[in-house]
Every structure is written in C-alpha cells, then in structure tokens.
C-alpha cells in the first residue's frame, strides 16, 4: 500500500521538486501539503505550492497555510537564491487552487489522526524551519505522538550554509528543532535527518531538463524543467541539485541512503553557532563523566551518505511518468 504522507514546505525551488516527486510517485499517498515562511513568505510559499500542485493535477490535496514567523527569532528568507516569487521567476500562472480554510496545525492534525484512526500512521516529512511542527507538538501532543515517523531535511553533521555553523532550515527557527527533536524522544517517535551532508549530491543536468521540458507545456514536466534550468544559470553549472526531493526519495527508497543513528541536538545560545545540529559522532560509549552535556536525548538517524544518481534517476523517471 502506498505510504501516507504529510509535507511541511517553504516552497522554495527545491521544494518544489519535492512536491512533484511526493504528488506522483505510486508509493506515496500524499495527504497533505502544508507551509511556513521560509525559503520565501508565507504567501509566496502558499501560491508556489498551489502552483505546483495544480501543475501536477493533484487539485486533491489540501494545502494548509501556518506560521509566518519563527518563534523567536527575526523571519529571513533565500529569495537571493530562489528569485524574486520563491520559485524561479517563471512567470507561471497564478493558481485557480484556494488554500484549504483550516490552519496548517489544525490540518496536520486531522490528517494524522484520521491515518492514525484507519491503522495507518503518516509519514511527516518537513522540508522547512519547523516552526509548524513544533506548534503542533506542544498544542496537540497527543497527534504528534501517532506520527508513525519523521524524515526531515534540515542540519548537518559536518556540512552547513546559512553561516559557518548552521543549515538554513535550522538556523531560521532553532527553537522550533529543538522543540521537534525533544518531542519526538518523549513519544518515541522516529526521526531520520537528510541534512546537508547529503542534500548537494542527487543532481539533474540541463540536458535531462530538455527531455523533462519535451513532456508538456504546462505539466510538471515543464515545471520541473524551468526549476532545473534556473537554478543550473543561478549557480553558473550545467547540472542541479534538486536538494528537498532527496528526503523525499528516501522515503520511497531507503536504501539510497546510508544512515546511522547518532544523539543530535541543536545549539541555542552560541555566540557563532547558533542553529547548528549537534551530531554527536563519538564512537566510544565510555565514561561520560568530563562531559557535562551527556548524551543528547534525541536519538536520530542521521543520512551520512547517499546515492545521488539513484535519487535523481528516481525523481527523473517519477516527473516521466507519474502515478
């Protein structure tokens, strides 16, 4: 059966190729998409993903507009890398798509319980700071607790972007992490964490773009092909990254990654690491006695490795193809 899942989005370029991937592959039953501010505002993030979605001929799926905000921390966005719109700047028409009328938290939460009320847990998947995910963990603590697991893009053990220290994802809401993995070790909830360290290697090259573009006019084969193009010129290369997709394709695909599971926790208060995933990759478990930290309470498995081409053969053949 196919896996139900939720996506949490600041679309976003490679959001985007996200939710193309997640709206058409057979093995996933997407039941939700919803959004914070991010990559782009709320509103942008709310048309892109309608965009996407209506592109893609999944006017099906609710799409739940959240959190315009961090919890704390001044809201940034990555339009410098995503254009002017959130989403390439292609010019694509304005959705015929509404936003569902509940919030994003109220919208997760009801389709978690209705999978949780069929036998059927859904997978969380978030793409973005997880401002709305925390909100749910601490207004609906019973809902978040019939997650039957979480894959989120964000962090890294080695890898980062937004400064020297930390991922975007993360840095744009630390609290919100925070809150997240806490909550997850308190109802047992498994995580998996595709972060930076493997986020740069499934790529697409502009000649793939070109058979993608050849589909339709208007389908995500044309969608998927301007994300590839524009983000190719971006960065001046002849191929890609199509970044979020990956955490997506993994859950599709686990064996396209290597994961190992490590206590994680995120830096709240460093003068010059703040937003950064804590990735404890100790290989000792002996005396703890000199640290004052312990272990993390967070026991997360953490992506180390990754078959980029796998993944991205795997998103190339899904836009193809479809359903």
């Known amino acids: 059966m196919p896996i139900p899942v939720i996506l949490d989005v600041d679309t976003g370029v490679d959001d985007a190729c996200a939710v193309i991937l997640a709206s058409r592959h057979p093995d996933l039953d997407l039941r939700a998409v919803t959004c914070v501010g991010g990559n782009a505002p709320l509103r942008?993030?709310?048309?892109?993903?309608?965009?996407?979605?209506?592109a893609c001929g999944r006017g099906d799926v609710p799409v739940g507009a959240g959190a315009s905000h961090p919890l704390l921390e001044r809201p940034v966005d990555a339009r410098h890398v995503h254009g002017d719109d959130g989403m390439a700047d292609l010019g694509?028409?304005?959705?015929?798509?509404?936003?569902?009328?509940?919030?994003?938290?109220?919208?997760?939460?009801?389709?978690?319980?209705?999978?949780?009320?069929?036998?059927?847990?859904?997978?969380?998947?978030?793409?973005?700071?997880?401002?709305?995910?925390?909100l749910l963990a601490r207004m609906y603590p019973g809902s978040f607790a019939r997650l039957g697991r979480i894959v989120f893009m964000g962090g890294g053990a080695m890898v980062s972007n937004a400064t020297a220290a930390a991922e975007f994802n993360v840095f744009h809401d630390p609290e919100a992490t925070a809150v997240v993995l806490d909550?997850?070790?308190?109802?047992?909830?498994?995580?998996?964490?595709?972060?930076?360290?493997?986020?740069?290697?499934p790529r697409v090259t502009l000649a793939d773009a070109e058979v993608l573009a050849a589909l339709d006019d208007r389908g995500p084969g044309a969608l998927a092909a301007g994300l590839v193009r524009f983000m190719s010129h971006r960065f001046g290369a002849d191929s890609a990254t199509i970044g979020d997709a990956?955490?997506?394709a993994v859950v599709i695909d686990p064996g396209a990654v290597r994961t190992e599971r490590l206590p994680v926790r995120v830096e709240l208060a460093g003068t010059w690491t703040r937003g950064r995933t804590i990735v404890d990759t100790?290989?000792?478990s002996g005396d703890l006695d000199h640290d004052p930290h312990g272990l993390a309470h967070a026991q997360v498995d953490v992506a180390l490795e990754t078959d980029g081409p796998r993944i991205a053969r795997l998103w190339l053949d899904t836009v193809a193809g479809g359903p």
């Open 282 to 284: 100790r290989d000792w």
């Open 92 to 134: 694509w028409p304005a959705p015929t798509m509404t936003a569902d009328p509940r919030h994003a938290v109220d919208l997760l939460r009801d389709r978690i319980e209705e999978g949780h009320a069929a036998g059927d847990p859904v997978t969380l998947v978030p793409l973005a700071p997880m401002t709305n995910i925390a």
């Open 183 to 201: 909550a997850s070790a308190d109802h047992d909830v498994p995580v998996t964490m595709y972060g930076l360290d493997v986020f740069y290697e």
């Open 246 to 248: 990956g955490a997506v």
């Open 44 to 54: 942008d993030v709310v048309r892109n993903t309608l965009t996407v979605l209506e």
